[in-house]
């Protein structure tokens, strides 16, 4: 069974950072590639990073240059660090294979103050 569990979010100030953890349970880590996901009020899931099974990366233009995703396959987690953060990135923020899997963590809240 599929099992994702999001920690490390918080509220930062803009400028401030904070790194994300997803470890994942059921699922052969090693092989999927991973993302990570936000949601924002009244919009809907974005993917905002992605790293594929050999370690390569992809962003979206709104996160380049302050997010880095990384995993590490031994312990099942990918992580996001993000840094000079913005109140744009204000979110609930998930973790999931990327193409997503059905199911869907809770994922964890990060918000950024002006």
């Known amino acids: 069974q599929v099992q994702l569990v999001e920690s490390g979010g918080g509220l930062v100030q803009a400028g401030g950072s904070l790194r994300l953890s997803c470890a994942a349970s059921?699922?052969?880590?090693?092989?999927?590639?991973m993302g990570w996901y936000r949601q924002a009020p009244g919009k809907q899931r974005e993917l905002v990073a992605a790293?594929?099974?050999?370690?390569?990366?992809n962003y979206a233009d709104s996160v380049k240059g302050r997010f880095t995703i990384s995993r590490d396959n031994a312990k099942n987690t990918v992580y996001l660090q993000m840094n000079s953060l913005k109140p744009e990135d204000t979110a609930h923020y998930y973790c999931?294979?990327?193409?997503?899997?059905?199911?869907w963590g809770q994922g964890t809240q990060v918000t950024v103050s002006s």
């Open positions: 790293i594929t099974s050999g370690g390569r990366t």
């Open positions: 059921g699922i052969a880590f090693s092989i999927n590639a």
């Open positions: 999931n294979a990327e193409p997503p899997f059905r199911k």
